[in-house]
């Protein structure tokens, strides 16, 4: 059984859609709604067509391989991709300084921050009076610790986040190849670079402003190159800074655990479940307590009350991001939040069982069988999983979105790899 030769063009007029639906498409006047579909859509036909390809191995050159013309090339663009970055963040962080009159995030973390280097570590989450009146704060520890230095160093805090988006693109281009496919290597570097300028330049989503975001684009980015690697020591670790950043995940795990379950890989199993508890406890009892994460994990329920407050008071979050929260209305914020957590668990879990039950099905027919169907599960999962989320997300704030998009592309860059 051959895979079609149209393949990688099909993925990648795929993964154009996505990336257009959360960029410059989003500046058609009322289009966002229309979006969400097309950016949902375009998430999971990413996900179905990576299990038609090769299993996605990550590349491990050697020392010698790393003197070649091409990655010459590489650390140019890099350095260029530095500077530009360098460039407009500075612009935009004297545009829209720290303050919660732009974005609440950042002040949070700060406080939060302050807090921890001051050794008052029972006392991180406890309400901040000068902040709306009494905040709550409810980041989790992988969102704010990364920041703690520059805090301690007095200098702009943001730059950590950049630092997480500058891993993502550079890791892009270490993995582009662009002889590969002659024009479909063309378009592949052209979508991101148009991602690059939107989220640098034009700064719509408030990535480089007032967000937090860049940390977690980092920490999904090395899960899809832990998963790429087969290291499950890595991909522990990543799991682990992925959740303790944003609970995006937490429908994805269990499919995973179930996957590496089904395939009785148990030394990976093992090794994973042992590395996230570890970090677990590195990470978040040791800093800030148990009783701590019991306040955190009922945070959830309270989500549906915060969302109807956002519909009061900015109900243009919900018409300028491809979310379907806008479809619900602000009278049906308790359906969609029952739909947001039943398919995040659901949807991956199925997607395991089905995705594996096709792939031996697949396997054996085809003599040899070439699709890495099985191989890419976990990934493909989730791509599912990230989509299902941010796309049931009760609140959708734009800037949430592109953790998902980041995703896609090193997920894109390394399938068109494998074609090679």
Same mark, same amino acid.
């Not at 990648?12 to 639906?21: H, Q």
């Not at 229309?34 to 996900?47: N, Y």
């Not at 520059?150 to 002889?179: E, K, Q």
């Not at 300028?197 to 719509?204: F, G, L, Q, S």
């Given at each position: 059984?051959?895979?079609?030769?149209?393949?990688?063009?099909?993925?990648?007029?795929?993964?154009?859609?996505?990336?257009?639906?959360?960029?410059?498409?989003?500046?058609?006047?009322?289009?966002?709604?229309?979006?969400?579909?097309?950016?949902?859509?375009?998430?999971?036909?990413?996900?179905?067509?990576?299990?038609?390809?090769?299993?996605?191995?990550?590349?491990?050159?050697?020392?010698?391989?790393?003197?070649?013309?091409?990655?010459?090339?590489?650390?140019?663009?890099?350095?260029?991709?530095?500077?530009?970055?360098?460039?407009?963040?500075?612009?935009?962080?004297?545009?829209?300084?720290?303050?919660?009159?732009?974005?609440?995030?950042?002040?949070?973390?700060?406080?939060?921050?302050?807090?921890?280097?001051?050794?008052?570590?029972?006392?991180?989450?406890?309400?901040?009076?000068?902040?709306?009146?009494?905040?709550?704060?409810?980041?989790?520890?992988?969102?704010?610790?990364?920041?703690?230095?520059?805090?301690?160093?007095?200098?702009?805090?943001?730059?950590?986040?950049?630092?997480?988006?500058?891993?993502?693109?550079?890791?892009? =281009?270490? &993995?582009?190849?662009?002889?590969? /496919?002659?024009?479909?290597?063309?378009?592949? #570097? !052209?979508?991101? +670079? $148009? %991602?690059?300028?939107?989220?640098?330049?034009?700064?719509?989503?408030?990535?480089?402003?007032?967000?937090?975001?860049?940390?977690?684009?980092?920490?999904?980015?090395?899960?899809?190159?832990?998963?790429?690697?087969?290291?499950?020591?890595?991909?522990?670790?990543?799991?682990?800074?992925?959740?303790?950043?944003?609970?995006?995940?937490?429908?994805?795990?269990?499919?995973?655990?179930?996957? =590496?379950? &089904?395939?009785?890989?148990?030394? /990976?199993?093992?090794?994973?479940?042992?590395? #996230? !508890?570890?970090? +677990? $406890? %590195?990470?978040?009892?040791?800093?800030?307590?148990?009783?701590?994460?019991?306040?955190?994990?009922?945070?959830?329920?309270?989500?549906?009350?915060?969302?109807?407050?956002?519909?009061?008071?900015?109900?243009?979050?919900?018409?300028?991001?491809?979310?379907?929260?806008?479809?619900?209305?602000?009278?049906?914020?308790?359906?969609?939040?029952?739909?947001?957590?039943?398919?995040?668990?659901?949807?991956?879990?199925?997607?395991?069982?089905?995705?594996?039950?096709?792939?031996?099905?697949?396997?054996?027919?085809?003599?040899?069988?070439?699709?890495?169907?099985?191989?890419?599960?976990?990934?493909?999962?989730?791509?599912?999983?990230?989509?299902?989320?941010?796309?049931?997300?009760?609140?959708?704030?734009?800037?949430?979105?592109?953790?998902?998009?980041?995703?896609?592309?090193?997920?894109?860059?390394?399938?068109?790899?494998?074609?090679?």
């Amino acid at each position: 059984m051959n895979r079609p030769k149209n393949l990688p063009a099909a993925l990648l007029a795929t993964f154009a859609v996505e990336t257009l639906s959360v960029t410059w498409f989003l500046k058609i006047p009322g289009g966002a709604p229309f979006l969400s579909i097309l950016f949902f859509a375009s998430g999971i036909g990413i996900a179905c067509l990576t299990l038609s390809f090769p299993a996605i191995r990550l590349p491990m050159p050697g020392k010698k391989s790393w003197n070649t013309h091409t990655n010459h090339y590489r650390l140019v663009v890099a350095g260029l991709v530095i500077l530009a970055a360098w460039s407009w963040c500075r612009y935009w962080f004297e545009e829209m300084p720290i303050d919660i009159t732009n974005a609440d995030m950042l002040p949070i973390i700060k406080v939060m921050g302050e807090r921890f280097i001051a050794g008052r570590h029972s006392h991180i989450y406890d309400n901040i009076p000068w902040i709306w009146h009494g905040t709550q704060p409810i980041y989790l520890p992988a969102m704010w610790l990364p920041y703690v230095p520059a805090i301690a160093m007095g200098i702009d805090m943001r730059w950590i986040a950049i630092a997480g988006l500058l891993l993502a693109f550079i890791t892009f =281009l270490f &993995l582009y190849r662009p002889n590969a /496919h002659h024009y479909l290597s063309f378009f592949l #570097g !052209a979508i991101a +670079f $148009v %991602l690059f300028w939107w989220i640098v330049a034009d700064n719509t989503p408030g990535i480089v402003s007032v967000a937090e975001e860049g940390t977690v684009i980092g920490y999904y980015v090395l899960l899809v190159l832990a998963l790429a690697s087969g290291r499950p020591w890595l991909t522990g670790i990543a799991i682990s800074l992925c959740m303790l950043s944003r609970y995006a995940l937490v429908g994805w795990i269990p499919a995973y655990l179930l996957y =590496l379950i &089904l395939e009785k890989r148990w030394r /990976h199993l093992f090794s994973i479940t042992l590395t #996230g !508890a570890l970090c +677990f $406890v %590195l990470l978040f009892l040791l800093p800030v307590g148990w009783a701590t994460f019991l306040r955190l994990a009922r945070l959830p329920g309270d989500y549906i009350a915060f969302a109807g407050r956002v519909w009061k008071d900015s109900p243009e979050v919900f018409s300028t991001a491809p979310g379907f929260a806008w479809f619900f209305g602000p009278d049906h914020v308790k359906q969609l939040h029952l739909l947001l957590v039943t398919l995040t668990f659901a949807v991956p879990m199925l997607f395991i069982i089905v995705g594996r039950r096709i792939a031996l099905r697949t396997a054996r027919l085809s003599t040899p069988s070439p699709i890495g169907a099985s191989a890419n599960l976990p990934l493909a999962a989730l791509k599912v999983s990230l989509v299902i989320f941010f796309c049931f997300i009760d609140v959708p704030y734009l800037y949430l979105f592109y953790t998902s998009s980041f995703v896609s592309l090193i997920i894109v860059t390394l399938l068109l790899r494998e074609q090679e």
